[in-house]
């Protein structure tokens, strides 16, 4: 996979402690790191220097970081990776619908901190060749051929329900990200159905049962409890 | 007899009924009246077969009846009555109320004596049978009362069943009050809601709680008042339960007794709330206590050990760097790495634990399936499955389970790696969900040594660890497990597997299902066309 190498990171985070372990592992894998200390800065940084990537730490100084989520999402499709002392389902679930892409919660390990990143990365490379939008999905066992309506696993054709096709092709074009139940529920179903949690869960397992090895214990299709789910792809 | 409590349940005995009122006393009269025109008439029909003394007795088979069930003033008109039916229609001469030998003066006189000493005995009897019965009532209301209020130790919970029994018992209003430290004196119930006293009224429910004696209607304390007060001794001080006595009987009849029996009973009552409060405070307080104790020597030890080797590892690689050799410095690092997480771990228990204790956790129970939490239980300690796999038995009555998916998946991992730590072969570990009426039962069963013998039970206690096996924990796992399930109105237990190995039991009552969860297909859903 195309790793963006030197690609430009905004650190948006006011504990100079957690600033400066970002910088260094980040710049050790030769990205290019800004920083800012609290919103007002990371809005000129934003418009300034438009990064890559914004590591967006939620408890600013200066303002809630889901706001500054909301404003930047509003005229840019700039990745944004939450990283937050605050453990809590509902803030993660707040973030991601007001548009970040991804969300860690500290402690995290650098491991962890990169994968997101090249997750955001590869994911802003496929929204902007659109043209590939019917091209095949592969991960690895499983493989979908949007063309042809298909999808396969190890070889072998899975019959899928419209709805269950569907739900399988959202989470596999979103690779890595996490996805909340209202995003998921509202791309499946449609705007009037963003309540219905439990339908979701109950197709999510149909379609466990079909494209895992073991459903209780799932390797592509991941929850992500009491935020929603996330298609393995690495 | 439903045994409702709080003085819902009518009373066996119906509170005595009262004779003197003037409408049963016409009664009376009229009885009189009819039974001797009743009895003339026979006699008159019968009276050439009668001789004159046979005569004389039937009349007092009216007397003896009515005195009997209507009291001496009854049977006294009813003699006076026969005297003179008697005299008019049968002593010679006939159809007048003269008399013309004096023989009969005499029988007069002993019908009359004879009505008048009967209606005396009769009411005596009656006297006699009304007390039985108040004592009856008396005792059944007392009894009442005592067993409502042992129901519960809340001493404002007391105070309204005792006046939920006063205003029933007296067929009116009541309430009590209580003096306050200051002086002043506070409203604890009252029955019915609205049932308010005056500014005068609590006047004199302020002077009966200084004075612990009885003001109001009744007494010779402000005698004027619509309501009588009572005082209910309570320690040191008083309190006042007013009474707006509807039945005015009861004051009338003289039955003080009750109301002061109640007044007792009620004391009583009042003073134990007062007690078992003093006794729970002191317990909750020892227990936080306790808690904080362990707490602190908890965070003492259990953070300082990891830290103490992170700043360790640390100092070392940053003062004896040239010192140390690559392999040495790859330990240290990794030291620090593992004790970080290990302070984590504990860090979020202790988080956990307090906002479950602290009731900042509000559920949001949802319908996901147990699969569901199961895997992603898995998935959260797939470092310390070392492998092992879990035996995943669900009844398919079961589809769902309606829980808090974010607390009930901690559970699961809380089960889980207390049995990853402990069971030798972590493939042997089995979950069985299965259905039973309104309920789901969860159980979690492993090979490893099981629990000690007579821990089943404190294991679940906070900072309570396995013995002697050298686990590292926080001993809040199952505590939070514990928590969890209580949260959801469930219960969790651990038991001995017979052939060795724990098992944790987890039963929860759950919902119906609800109707929609097997949406239609095509519902809101175009066929072709995709999102995003």
């Known amino acids: 996979m195309t790793q963006a190498m030197g690609a430009r990171i905004l650190v948006v985070e006011d504990e100079p402690q957690m600033r400066r372990f970002l910088r260094t592992a980040l710049s050790a894998r030769a990205f290019e790191v800004i920083e800012a200390i609290n919103a007002r800065e990371a809005r000129l940084a934003v418009t300034s220097h438009p990064p890559e990537i914004v590591l967006l730490d939620l408890g600013l ?90 999808v396969r696993i190890d070889g072998q054709l899975v019959t899928l329900t419209p709805i269950e096709y569907r739900l399988l092709l959202l989470m596999a074009r979103n690779a890595g990200r996490v996805l909340t139940h209202q995003q998921i529920l509202k791309e499946v179903w449609g705007p009037h159905y963003t309540h219905q949690t439990h339908t979701l869960r109950v197709f999510m397992a149909q379609l466990r049962r079909k494209v895992e090895v073991d459903p209780a214990q799932p390797r592509l299709l991941m929850t992500e409890m009491g935020v929603g789910y996330r298609m393995r792809d690495e | 007899m439903d045994d409702a409590v709080d003085g819902q349940t009518p009373y066996n005995v119906r509170p005595p009924q009262v004779v003197a009122s003037s409408y049963a006393a016409w009664i009376g009269y009229a009885a009189a009246m009819l039974s001797v025109a009743v009895t003339t008439l026979l006699v008159f029909w019968w009276r050439a077969h009668l001789t004159p003394p046979d005569l004389v007795m039937l009349y007092l088979l009216p007397i003896m009846a009515v005195a009997y069930r209507f009291g001496q003033g009854a049977s006294l008109l009813t003699s006076a009555l026969s005297v003179a039916a008697y005299d008019f229609f049968f002593v010679h001469p006939y159809f007048t109320f003269l008399v013309s030998d004096s023989q009969y003066i005499l029988t007069f006189t002993i019908l009359f004596v004879v009505g008048w000493v009967i209606g005396g005995l009769m009411n005596r009897i009656r006297g006699q049978e009304q007390e039985a019965r108040d004592r009856e009532f008396q005792t059944e209301v007392l009894f009442r009362l005592g067993r409502d209020v042992m129901t519960t130790l809340d001493d404002a919970e007391v105070a309204r069943i005792i006046t939920r029994h006063a205003a029933r018992l007296f067929v009116g209003e009541a309430g009590i009050w209580i003096e306050e430290d200051h002086g002043g004196v506070r409203l604890a119930a009252v029955t019915p809601d609205y049932f308010r006293l005056s500014e005068h009224g609590m006047v004199v429910v302020r002077w009966c709680c200084d004075n612990g004696q009885s003001a109001g209607r009744g007494t010779e304390l402000f005698p004027d008042e619509a309501f009588t007060v009572l005082p209910i001794a309570m320690g040191e001080r008083f309190g006042a339960l007013a009474v707006r006595i509807g039945d005015a009987t009861i004051l009338k009849q003289g039955r003080w007794g009750l109301l002061e029996a109640f007044s007792r009973q009620a004391s009583l009552a009042m003073d134990r709330a007062r007690l078992g409060e003093e006794a729970r405070s002191a317990a909750v307080r020892v227990q936080a206590e306790a808690m904080r104790a362990s707490l602190l020597s908890m965070a003492s030890h259990d953070l300082r050990t990891p830290l103490a080797a992170i700043t360790g590892a640390g100092t070392a690689l940053r003062d004896d760097d040239a010192r140390l050799d690559p392999l040495q410095q790859a330990e240290l690092v990794e030291t620090i790495c593992t004790e970080a997480e290990r302070m984590e771990r504990l860090i979020t228990n202790l988080l956990d634990m307090v ?158 299902i609800p109707l929609d969860l097997y949406p239609d297909e095509r519902e809101g859903c175009p066929d072709e066309g995709e999102g995003s």
């Open chain 2, 355 to 512: 906002r479950l204790e602290s009731g900042a956790t509000r559920l949001r129970q949802e319908w996901i399936p147990f699969e569901e939490l199961a895997g992603s239980a898995l998935m959260r300690l797939e470092k310390q499955s070392r492998g092992g796999r879990v035996l995943l038995d669900v009844d398919d009555k079961v589809p769902m389970v309606y829980v808090d998916p974010v607390l009930f998946e901690q559970v699961l991992v809380n089960l889980l790696d207390n049995a990853f730590k402990h069971a030798r072969m972590a493939e042997l570990i089995s979950w069985r969900v299965r259905a039973d009426r309104n309920r789901v039962i969860i159980r979690m069963a492993d090979r490893g040594p099981g629990i000690p013998i007579g821990q089943e039970e404190r294991i679940f206690e906070k900072f309570v660890r396995g013995e002697g096996n050298g686990v590292p924990g926080s001993g809040l796992g199952l505590a939070i497990c514990r928590g969890v399930v209580e949260a959801h109105q469930g219960t969790i237990r651990a038991l001995n597997r017979a052939g060795g190995g724990a098992e944790f039991r987890i039963e929860l009552p759950q919902p119906p």
């Open chain 1, 61 to 150: 100084p200066d303002g809630d970081g889901i706001d500054f989520t909301r404003e930047v999402r509003a005229w840019s499709l700039v990745p944004i990776i939450v990283i937050s002392a605050r453990g809590r389902e509902d803030d993660k679930v707040a973030a991601l619908d007001a548009g970040a892409d991804d969300y860690l919660t500290k402690p995290f390990g650098v491991n962890e901190l990169l994968a997101r990143i090249r997750v955001a990365l590869r994911h802003v490379a496929r929204l902007s060749n659109g043209a590939q939008r019917e091209s095949v999905v592969k991960i690895g066992a499983l493989l979908i051929d949007p063309e042809r309506r298909e």
